[in-house]
């Protein structure tokens, strides 16, 4: 298993999260965005810079993340992409993104950029809270170490 992070939109707290998860578990993680970043030294996080364009860096994700990979993201179509490629995808609220849930995610998504198109406001999220923050670790440590249970 790899940790693949949609870097653009991805919170600085929920990535000090995957850092610290990366290295405690020894678990490769690499993050993706179309602007330079910092990130923390280390043989087990990396960083790839692509270029600034719609979509590059979920193209770069897509075409490189591998079944029972992890994928921390927002980006609602690209999960449906990955999850079809037999990754898991966890949002950075801590959501589980799952072939069960990812179509409703998606009409609800294509419904609130109809109404944002007709002039509609339909605000926006809610600023992440402590709570949410938690909830991320307690997803992304489940996972890890069912991945860790495998490997041995």
Not at 3 to 16: S, Y
Not at 17 to 30: D, L, M, N, W
Not at 130 to 136: K, P, V, W
Request: charged share 25%.
């Amino acid at each position: 298993m790899k940790i693949w992070v949609d870097a653009d939109a991805c919170p600085g707290v929920i990535k000090e999260i995957i850092f610290k998860a990366a290295t405690r578990t020894q678990i490769y993680t690499t993050l993706v965005a179309n602007h330079a970043m910092r990130i923390p030294p280390g043989e087990y996080i990396q960083f790839i810079q692509v270029t600034s364009g719609f979509d590059v860096a979920d193209d770069e994700i897509v075409k490189h993340i591998e079944k029972h990979d992890l994928l921390i993201s927002s980006d609602i179509p690209l999960a449906d992409e990955v999850i079809e490629k037999g990754a898991t995808v966890l949002s950075p609220r801590g959501e589980l993104l799952t072939k069960e849930n990812i179509r409703a995610r998606l009409n609800m998504r294509d419904f609130l950029d109809t109404l944002r198109s007709s002039g509609i406001d339909t605000g926006g999220q809610a600023a992440m809270s402590q709570g949410d923050r938690q909830l991320f670790a307690n997803q992304l440590d489940k996972i890890l170490t069912a991945a860790l249970r495998k490997r041995m």
